[in-house]
């Protein structure tokens, strides 16, 4: 059901979905009040210095971006290259040929759920003639995670699921493509995590894409998806890691971190803040 929903709504034109996209935002912000105190929490742990109006402004901006994104990532599923390519601008594929040595090999993009993170993966290929091959993990919901699916692998784009991502680079090492991690979901508590301190809280981040960077000496680069205006990026790919098998893991994590983290506080209101993120505390803090 969701699915078919889904794609009933991913027909309607643009205009119409940004119309039901102010609609959603202010029901959820005013009415229902989505997770609100997730949003509120969030916010006041991220940046004590501010103060309650200023965390109120971002909540509600959060909101427009929230609904906005969600419907653009809908639209996806009826759009072409072309536009993709007129809609984000790109910056840094010349790094990107520089650090894959004339893309002879592969690159690791980390990237987090700020902007529009499905849109951005298209518009490298369009502009870059980029192979995308985006690490997911299944969604709980069978409609959207097929839907998601559906929209990632457009173009020649071959997903893969975070379990099995291991044996799938080692099968396609030699090929040239962009492997693309949302890296800053929250682990679960069995799996291999590193802690660091991140927007002020002690946070876990997974040690599985520094892992894939030492075994196969994969550069990393992080993306960073600004926005514009509605429906409007730029999509910047910065180098942070060109030797990663002369790093060590923490390291590796530490450099997306940072970057991560100073995206985050130059948009706030662009981030996913209504996502659980903090849900677990280091084994140290655990009651």
């Known amino acids: 059901m969701t699915y ?5 709504i991913a027909r ?12 959603a ?28 109006i200023w965390r109120r402004d971002i909540a509600v901006r959060f909101y427009r971006q929230f609904t906005d994104v969600t419907m653009e990532i809908l639209h996806a599923s009826r759009m072409h290259l072309p536009d993709f390519k007129r809609r984000v601008t790109v910056e840094g594929l010349d790094e990107l040929d520089r650090m894959t040595q004339g893309r002879s090999r592969s690159v690791i993009v980390l990237t987090i759920h700020l902007g529009n993170w499905e849109w951005m993966m298209h518009a490298a290929n369009a502009r870059g003639d980029i192979p995308i091959d985006p690490v997911y993990r299944r969604l709980h919901n069978e409609g959207a995670d097929r839907f998601a699916y559906e929209v ?52 876990a981040f997974f040690r599985g894409p520094a892992t894939i960077a030492q075994l196969t000496e994969f550069p990393v680069m992080f993306a960073r998806c600004r926005r514009k205006s509605r429906g409007h990026y730029h999509l910047s790919l910065i180098p942070i890691v060109e030797s990663p098998g002369q790093m060590t893991e923490e390291a590796i994590i530490e450099a997306y971190i940072r970057a991560a983290e100073q995206t985050i506080r130059e948009e706030p209101e662009s981030f996913l803040w209504s996502n659980r993120r903090w849900k677990h505390k280091p084994p140290a803090q655990e009651a």
């Open 152 to 203: 990632r692998s457009r173009f020649g784009g071959e997903p893969i699921l975070m379990e099995k991502v291991a044996r799938n680079v080692l099968k396609n090492r030699r090929r040239f493509r962009a492997l693309v991690l949302v890296a800053d979901q929250s682990p679960g508590e069995r799996d291999n995590v590193y802690w660091t301190d991140w927007l002020h809280q002690p946070t």
């Open 12 to 23: 309607l034109p643009l205009p119409v979905k940004y119309g039901l996209s102010t609609i």
């Open 4 to 8: 078919w929903l889904y794609k009933a």
């Open 25 to 52: 935002a202010f029901l959820l912000a005013h009415v229902f009040r989505y997770r609100a105190q997730v949003i509120e929490t969030n916010l006041q742990n991220a940046f004590p210095e501010r103060d309650a």
